[in-house]
């Protein structure tokens, strides 16, 4: 799944590029595979039917022998008992493994291994028994009828062949090779195509199935998305099931052109010149019609001032034209999912923000550091902390009154915040005092980058003659984050009892463990 650019809702950066996918899980892999995961209801219900299947047998030698007592082969007769003391096993085998919740170790190859045996098994018995007017014949077949009922078609076709082989063998010991040759087209031929109807029958039920959990997958997801849209990845094949498509691209308008947001199964299957203005023509169309072009139809849904639209092929995966309420019925729901990704951002921000600066507040603050300090402990790499304190800001209150100071904190946020580089967070610490956390710098680069801020601010003509003082610390790869506060906030203070308007810094902490002591503590402003 490919998730490609865009300005996504709430502010979220989107990634570019292949996203993981999980690997199949084992009753999915390769050619030969189930039709469902396994569990606790199948598996039971399979075992069973193998096991009915198994216990036939022994009745039918029994009754067999009564109604004729003639045997035409002890060997074939043995042998049909030891694959039924192998198939007995495997059910043995296949039980405990659900009893024991172990689903996942239920292998595809192994069921078929069972169900081959039950078919050969059963052949031996036809030719120990006779075929009693083709009676015997139908006892291969019953068992090769549930490979069409557990598995995909791999594991019909091994196991037909297997019952083509076993029933040719079977009428060819006892009658002549035209007549066996007629004997074996018509039942391994019957059973054929039964079981394929049974696969087309089952196959329909479990894509309804399937595509009923999709979409209830997808609406539980869209109460829980977070981060739109590097979050969508975990639905990506659901979304797919949900509407009938092996492959799929989302668009979204947040303002006047539509950015690509995710393209599945990859991000190169729709180019441009097929896809023209689809996004636009299906968001101008009445809801649930869409639009279509080019072997393409679009469905799009709005939420919160976002247009989302989705674009799939014209053809479901059932080789039917899409159901457009299907595909509405997606893009309905990535639009909710948009919207509330957008609203849990916002309320992220107010919750990280100062009401009064647009700063992020203290605990966004804290929250900054701590990440910082755990990337600088794993990578090695640098960061610094500054404190800002305005100066005299106390007599510009006074002078002005606090509704001037407000206008002025937030005219020196938005002027700091100008200045300062993109990974840099600007924050509120109290009152007029402000930090700056600055990843990949140490106390030099700080030093060097809040000394060139102080110096626009001061030169600024506008900020009302406003300056601050600055204490700088770099984390030495030790201390805890209340440590590195009090060293930047003891340098602030250095910084205001030396004059006021600069920066002051120190690279690392008192050797000796201790916190430095606030050197001018009592200066004021």
């Known amino acids: 799944m490919g998730v490609t650019g865009g300005a996504p809702a709430g502010g979220t950066t989107a990634t570019t590029g292949p996203v993981p996918v999980d690997p199949l899980p084992p009753w999915q892999r390769g050619w030969i595979r189930f039709r469902t995961r396994p569990t606790g209801v199948s598996t039971k219900s399979l075992t069973e039917t193998v096991r009915i299947l198994s216990l036939v047998s022994p009745l039918v030698v029994v009754a067999t022998l009564v109604y004729s007592p003639h045997l035409r ?3 074939a007769l043995v042998a049909a008992g030891v694959l039924f003391l192998g198939v007995t096993g495997f059910i043995v085998h296949a039980t405990g493994l659900a009893r024991a919740g172990r689903f996942d170790e239920l292998r595809p190859v192994h069921n078929l291994l069972m169900v081959c045996l039950a078919i050969v098994e059963a052949g031996l018995l ?16 019953a068992a090769f009828l549930v490979a069409a009922w557990m598995g995909t078609m791999g594991m019909i076709v091994v196991a037909w062949v297997v019952l083509v082989a076993t029933v040719g063998v079977e009428t060819g010991r006892q009658v002549p090779g035209s007549q066996a040759v007629w004997l074996t087209v018509v039942f391994a031929g019957t059973a054929g195509l039964i079981a394929l109807a049974i696969d087309r029958a089952v196959s329909r039920s479990l894509h309804g199935v ?9 609406a539980s997801f869209a109460g829980t998305l977070r981060t739109w849209p590097d979050d969508l ?8 099931e949900a509407i009938d498509v092996d492959r799929y691209a989302v668009f979204a308008r947040y303002q006047t052109v539509f950015q690509p947001v995710v393209s599945w199964p990859d991000a190169d299957w729709l180019d441009d010149s097929r896809l023209g203005d689809l996004p636009t023509r299906a968001a101008e169309a009445p809801a649930g019609s869409g639009a279509t072009a080019d072997g393409l139809v679009a469905a799009a849904s709005s939420a ?3 247009d989302i639209v989705v674009v799939v092929p014209s053809t479901s995966v059932l080789k039917v034209p899409v159901d457009p309420s299907l595909l509405s019925t997606g893009a309905s729901l990535l639009a909710a999912m948009c919207d509330r990704a957008r609203l849990v951002a916002d309320l992220v921000d107010l919750a990280n923000t100062d009401h009064l600066t647009g700063a992020a507040n203290r605990r966004r603050l804290f929250e900054v550091v701590g990440e910082e300090v755990h990337r600088s402990r794993r990578s090695g790499r640098p960061f610094a902390l500054a404190i800002l304190d305005l100066d005299h800001f106390k007599r510009y209150n006074d002078d002005f009154g606090h509704g001037a100071g ?6 020196f946020a938005d002027s700091v915040a100008g200045r300062l580089r993109a990974q840099d967070l600007l924050a509120r610490y109290g009152g007029e005092e402000f930090c700056i956390v600055l990843p990949e710098t140490d106390a030099d680069g700080a030093t060097e980058l809040v000394d060139a801020v102080r110096a626009w601010v001061a030169a600024d003509d506008g900020g009302g003659g406003i300056t601050f003082s600055a204490g700088v610390a770099g984390w030495d790869g030790r201390e805890s984050i209340d440590a590195l506060i009090l060293r930047a906030d003891t340098n602030l203070y250095r910084a205001k009892s030396t004059g006021r308007n600069r920066v002051v810094a120190t690279a690392a902490a008192d050797p000796s463990g201790d916190p430095p002591s606030p050197g001018a503590a009592g200066v004021a402003g």
């Open 73 to 75: 082969s002890v060997g």
């Open 126 to 141: 036809g030719a120990a028994l006779g075929l009693h007017g083709g009676a015997l014949l139908l006892l291969p077949c």
């Open 210 to 218: 399937n595509r009923n959990q999709s979409l209830a997958t997808l």
């Open 233 to 240: 990845h975990p639905i990506a094949a659901p979304l797919a």
């Open 304 to 306: 919160g001032g976002v």
């Open 406 to 411: 407000d206008r002025q904190l937030r005219r």
